[in-house]
């Protein structure tokens, strides 16, 4: 280990400690912890966090960054700590220009405004919430303007936090593909809704069964649980305290087949990801998966394209109709697949299908960008969505529960991730239509041999955990960086195929 | 606030939020840690650990202690600042007398020799786990030898840890009565063995509905569900962040109804105390139990004074008979209390009734004062254990596993823990006998209505938290400090009728 960096490792091993234990409070908080213990243990976590930055954030630490960015210094570090002290520079990039004040006067806000979020989309009164969300945007451009350099703009800061390789350049050219070959897609769909039929999914399902079934579909792709844990949340997520303890949540709906077992594959596609980490960057801070958009590439990969093909069922279709066989044995694996894959034009991003997802991704990004270059005002934002809607999806939100006000991220200040998502859905076509040139992908679904698959993203993606940006892992796995084709052609053919178009 | 005390708070504070983060691995590694976590998890833990010695053990903390040891500093304090700094003060003797280098060495074997105790244990071969069971002790000597003060004997020290009200002289005298009067009862008592049948326990008890009725109790003897927690680990146990959330775990057995019962409203006793802590101590060194023996009396008034009363059971027996009736509907009330306080000399500690259970107790505490006073050699142990069961039970033991082998505790190196369960069973007896006094406790049960004792007992005792020691309580509550006559004729007079002796 080169020995100015050996220096700096007490720290960033003291700060991983302290990010491993937030990480353990979070995943509590969602799954375990009674209801009144939040506001004692939000102090605890108040004084963990401070003890996070502190580690960090110092002259000690400072000194030492200084010293390994210089050309000299660099040249003899190895990929891995090249890579940490990237990460490291991105670290004091973020906080070290925001005035500490305003940072915890923005985190008070954010913890406030996420409860008025939650009862205003209840009460549908976004008059109520949007004073809070107009000085989180606020202080969201004020901390963009403090670190802008060059000639970046505002918005592409936000951005950068979540993927690198994607600013306002990438995205719009990206996103044009998409609406122009798309949108269009998606009007002829929803002319032939009614040529799918999906009622089975909603009929009862006990939930004890489905709770059952989705821990063997984890298994089945390859979720290991010597390694990691299922438990349930309000809303399906993962986390991890590093690569040998990997959680993920669900949650079972009685009156909805899909909604458990597909999160149940989107989560385990994530906790593959973060399972399969090289042990040598276990607890670093590049231990963890290159972005958002590649985390989410691998939850999509395996819960869309994989997930809802007919090769993946082919082998253990017959094993849910034998779970539920009063609501399924009438149901062939043909009519299922099809009722998986229904889409139509919708109001709701969480509960939309592969087709229409990234036309709800394109209206958030298209709305940020307006915000953050001063186009529009807060209390205009609803009506600006609600006309978006009815241009790309040709239907009108009747309320600003089911319009605005349906996601949580900007109450907590989280501008700039949505488009990840979309990324994400677009690099895992790249990487399918990858592997499929590699490796007899079909086969080894129909055989339920999903091994070969996994080890082949551990190896070409996983492994590498952060050293790899999105690009240079597309590059080395696909031989070129991202292009949206990949994504626009899978959805073309499927689709067509599926409607006979 | 007292101005120097106030300067100590910083610390104290990063303390406690440290302490919490271990306390939550430590609940998380017992009720849903993956299995391979562990070695990559005890980093994380270990780093915290020694951030959380830092946090306390340092020259600014060390002065300010010194300052406020002062007699006249010591008068501007309050009551809880006071217990708050003695706290720190015996944190200090504890960890600053002992090397640092001698301390991590000790913490590593204590970790190997548990896992050496286990395998042992399985494999009834105490001659491979001696060795290390040696060092422990040469390892407990050494450290009880560094902080040895005045005319105390080193394994004094290492009581004080646990309950400083009871040193040998006190133990001497309370389980010289207790021999005297309790040997010959139980060895009475066994002669009428066949007069009391509990072969209804054994039974098939379904899981599920064990785990439901046993979350009913809970809740019947006050467990806050909005303040607290129940999971399932191998051994029960109680825990808690803070008073706001308190967890607690059970394990149930097929065909034991007995075993989640009884732990449940045992682990429940401790959740009370905890839960009823004052919130002005919340996060602080005096925000829990006054002592290991003060928690173990509630958790065993609960359990054994209250929970194997007939009064208790009169409200809610019919309840268990209508989740079981295929095994107890032939069972009546007076039988099945004549069941659950059922009693016989016996060889494991953690599976004897109430009246066994202290002799388990003196075997341990003779066997590791002799250890202490250099009386016994390592290898001599289990022909010493062996003897004592002889002696005192009737009975010995066949195999080490079910003899010296039986408890973890040595293996940790706690030494001097186990006399505050005796402690604990005694001063419950004495706390039920003032209640008594002080309450229609009787009429309480009868009607099902346990409020009234949750109150006094959180008024009397548990809100004071760490702030004063038993024998300040006891004389707070009851006029009088410890007296083991007490415990004796609650033993006697329950016994005598039980047995109709």
Excluded at 339 to 352: D, H, M, V, W, Y
Excluded at 380 to 389: A, F, M, R
Aim: aromatic share 12%.
């Amino acid at each position: 280990m080169n020995k100015l960096f050996e220096k700096l490792q007490p720290y960033l091993e003291k700060s991983m400690a302290l990010q491993t234990a937030r990480n353990l409070f979070d995943w509590d908080d969602q799954t375990a912890a009674p209801f009144e213990a939040a506001d004692y243990t939000s102090k605890v976590i108040g004084i963990l966090s401070d003890e996070y930055m502190k580690s960090l954030i110092n002259d000690d630490v400072r000194k030492l960054l200084k010293k390994l960015q210089d050309e000299k210094e660099q040249e003899e570090l190895d990929e891995k700590e090249k890579a940490i002290v990237k990460e490291l520079a991105k670290i004091y990039e973020q906080l070290e220009s925001v005035p500490p004040e305003e940072y915890r006067a923005f985190n008070e806000l954010t913890s406030v405004s996420s409860r008025k979020w939650a009862k205003a989309k209840k009460d549908n009164r976004y008059e109520d919430y949007a004073p809070y969300l107009g000085k989180i945007i606020d202080y969201k451009k004020k901390f963009a303007g403090y670190r802008v350099k060059g000639d970046k703009k505002p918005y592409e800061v936000l951005l950068s936090d979540f993927e690198e390789c994607f600013l306002i350049k990438e995205l719009d050219e990206f996103f044009e593909q998409v609406k122009e070959e798309i949108i269009p897609l998606l009007k002829e769909v929803a002319k032939k809704a009614d040529t799918i039929d999906k009622s089975y999914n909603y009929l009862n399902y006990d939930i004890d069964k489905q709770r059952e079934f989705c821990k063997f579909l984890a298994g089945y792709v390859g979720f290991d649980f010597s390694r990691g844990v299922i438990a349930e949340s309000e809303h399906p997520f993962t986390t991890n305290l590093h690569n040998h303890d990997v959680r993920i949540t669900d949650r079972y709906m009685e009156n909805n087949l899909e909604s458990g077992m597909f999160s149940m594959i989107h989560e385990s596609g994530h906790a593959l990801y973060e399972m399969n980490i090289d042990d040598d960057l276990t607890q670093t801070l590049v231990g963890t998966g290159a972005s958002m958009g590649m985390h989410e590439s691998q939850s999509r990969f395996y819960e869309n394209i994989l997930g809802r093909s007919s090769d993946f069922w082919e082998p253990i279709y017959e094993k849910l109709v034998s779970t539920y066989p009063e609501n399924l044995s009438n149901i062939s694996l043909e009519h299922f697949i099809k009722g998986i894959n229904k889409a139509a034009p919708s109001l709701i991003r969480t509960e939309a299908d592969e087709l229409s997802y990234c036309i709800h991704i394109i209206i958030r990004y298209e709305i940020e960008k307006m915000i953050f270059a001063d186009e529009v005002t807060v209390d205009e934002l609803p009506k600006v969505w609600n006309q978006k809607y009815q241009e790309y999806m040709g239907i009108t939100p009747t309320t600003d529960t089911e319009g605005i006000l349906q996601d949580v991220h900007w109450s907590f200040g989280e501008f700039g991730y949505f488009p990840s998502y979309a990324v994400g859905t677009a690099v895992a076509s790249q990487l399918y239509a990858c592997m499929k040139s590699k490796m007899p992908l079909e086969e080894y679904l129909k055989a339920g041999n999903l091994n070969p698959i996994k080890e082949f993203l551990r190896d070409s993606i996983h492994k590498h955990g952060a050293v790899k940006n999105t690009n240079q892992l597309l590059k080395d796995v696909c031989g070129e960086e991202f292009r949206a084709e990949y994504y626009i052609n899978y959805l073309k053919e499927k689709y067509t195929k599926l409607y006979n178009l």
